[in-house]
């Protein structure tokens, strides 16, 4: 059921200045008498760190098939409007950096999203049925990739998308082999354990400027220093057919991308139905279907896995 209150329990880009606030909200719910889809192990390294690498989860027959899908969809011309971003500046006005709604756009992405593999482990963590958020195929071009700076993804879906409670995960499926000089995901452990409120008013549509280059909703040096501080700082660099989990609240960023290899990945975000989106926390209007999903109807059924096949479109 559609939680019932609009209180902020999480206020953030209110006041001047940053602050910490603790996690009001499981990070693991589980499923009672549930057995975990994969080894306690993980669940637990996951409740701890905030993130999790699962190994070998696609074939790469499944890979390839995923990679040609993503292709097809970074050259198509009938995608929603405004669904391909670019990279920022001059030098990237021609180098796609992401494809959001993917799932709505190709059948083999939409089968994707149902896959057990994800939905029926992010439905035991969740503790709940789940739908997509948002999802999208990140293309980090060779030479040309620019940076995600510092941030909770929490952050921002509470104060501009109206995302109530910290109910959610993103799972990052791996469509080519990471490298550690490629710009990598960086994520600090521990941090989602504390939510770190940002600063700066939000301008209505900041979506158009943050998909590119993100200015608010960022943290303060400060913060991101005690966090690293007390945490570490980890970057992933896991083959072709692996996922990375993390929950909604950890602090994750990338470097640029100059080296000769490409890094894609299709990328996921599961809400738990009972915490689907109200009105932006930041009074802001609501960003556009495309990027946070209010129009979904039931949750996902999961499917059997099953390797995709290239769709040439829907």
């Known amino acids: 059921m559609m939680i019932d209150t609009i209180e902020d329990l999480y206020p953030s880009r209110q006041k001047p200045e940053g602050e910490w606030l603790d996690r009001r909200d499981p990070v693991v719910r589980g499923q009672p008498g549930a057995t975990p889809p994969v080894d306690r192990a993980l669940i637990e390294a996951f409740a701890r760190d905030g993130f999790v690498v699962l190994e070998d989860v696609f074939t790469p027959l499944e890979v390839k098939a995923l990679l040609e899908e993503s292709e097809t969809l970074r050259r198509r011309e009938d995608l929603l409007p405004e669904s391909r971003i670019s990279e920022p500046g001059k030098d990237g006005a021609d180098a796609v950096r992401s494809v959001f709604a993917p799932h709505r756009q190709s059948a083999v ?26 999802s999208r195929i990140n293309y980090k071009p060779a030479f040309r990739g620019k940076d995600f700076y510092w941030h909770s993804d929490f952050e921002t879906w509470h104060t501009e998308d109206g995302m109530p409670r910290m109910r959610a995960l993103s799972m990052s499926i791996m469509l080519n082999d990471n490298h550690p000089q490629a710009g990598p995901t960086m994520f600090i452990p521990g941090s989602h354990m504390k939510y770190v409120t940002c600063i700066g008013e939000t301008p209505d549509d900041h979506y158009r400027q943050s998909l590119k280059r993100q200015d608010y909703g960022v943290p303060d040096p400060g913060s991101l220093s005690k966090l690293a501080e007390e945490g570490g700082i980890v970057a992933p660099a896991p083959k072709a057919g692996s996922v990375v989990v993390f929950d909604c609240n950890t602090m994750h960023g990338s470097n640029s991308n100059i080296t000769p290899y490409e890094r894609t990945n299709a990328f996921y975000v599961f809400n738990a139905w009972s915490n689907r989106l109200q009105a932006p926390f930041a009074g802001t209007r609501p960003r556009p279907e495309f990027v946070a999903h209010r129009d979904v109807r039931a949750p996902l059924k999961s499917l059997k896995a099953s390797p995709p096949r290239p769709s040439g479109g829907r």
């Open 109 to 134: 992405f939409e089968c994707l999203a149902a896959d057990e593999r994800l939905s029926g482990l992010a439905k035991f963590i969740l503790g709940d049925e789940v739908y997509i958020h948002q």
